[in-house]
T-cell receptor
Framework: GNSVTQMEGPVTLSEEAFLTINCTYT??????LFWYVQYPGEGLQLLLK?????DKGSNKGFEATYRKETTSFHLEKGSVQVSDSAVYFC????????FGTGTSLTVIP | SAVISQKPSRDICQRGTSLTIQCQVD?????MFWYRQQPGQSLTLIAT?????????ESGFVIDKFPISRPNLTFSTLTVSNMSPEDSSIYLC?????????FGQGTRLTVV
């Protein structure tokens, strides 16, 4: 079947620290991969996406590379800010969307 | 892109009552999706709503508990019926455009 497994949180980092949130997937075909972000009190917003193997999605300093050989789509950011505090969801789309459980990130000054 | 307005944003309801959640999209879409996000868990698809036909429910969800209306191409409602504390969740509507999903801001439901 199709599923997404992502790193459990919560994650707490100091400002300017390096962020990695791991995400792996299983899929019956060739999915598109996504990271969505949910800020407090808001709905999910697309952060970045990649539609085929070796594509790199990037936005707001975040990056993730579609790795077919390791079935992974890890989210990284070189220097986090307090405003990055949110819940991050990894997702795949193949006929429908499948979401990971979300990783809560808190960045402290 | 699509802008989705969902209401209410939150509600506290008594067990045994029903709540209807509304979702309005700023463009015409064929399919609208309803998700549930239970505390500390991922989004789970409840059903897919097509205009002019019965909604398609995922395993574990039934029409009697979660009736859905889709009267036109920009609007849908989800009703949570005969609520119990286990129904306390965030409910989200969503549409898809291209290779992306767009979400409403969610309805945070607490059943007491």
């Amino acid at each position: 079947g199709n599923s997404v497994t992502q790193m459990e949180g919560p994650v707490t980092l100091s400002e300017e620290a390096f962020l990695t949130i791991n995400c792996t997937y299983t899929a019956t075909g060739y999915p598109s991969l996504f990271w969505y972000v949910q800020y407090p009190g808001e709905g999910l917003q697309l952060l970045l996406k990649a539609t085929k193997a070796d594509d790199k999605g990037s936005n707001k300093g975040f990056e993730a590379t579609y790795r077919k050989e390791t079935t992974s789509f890890h989210l990284e950011k070189g220097s986090v800010q307090v405003s990055d505090s949110a819940v991050y969801f990894c997702a795949l789309a193949i006929n429908q969307f499948y979401f990971g459980t979300g990783t809560s990130l808190t960045v402290i000054p | 892109s699509a802008v989705i307005s969902q209401k209410p944003s939150r509600d506290i309801c008594q067990r045994g009552t029903s709540l209807t959640i509304q979702c309005q999209v700023d463009s015409q879409v064929t399919m609208m999706f309803w998700y549930r996000q239970q505390p500390g868990q991922s989004l789970t698809l409840i059903a897919t709503a097509n205009q002019g036909s019965e909604a398609t429910y995922e395993s574990g969800f039934v029409i009697d508990k979660f009736p859905i209306s889709r009267p036109n191409l920009t609007f849908s409602t989800l009703t949570v019926s005969n609520m119990s504390p286990e129904d306390s969740s965030i409910y989200l509507c969503s549409v898809e455009g291209g290779t992306e999903a767009f979400f409403g801001q969610g309805t945070r439901l607490t059943v007491v």
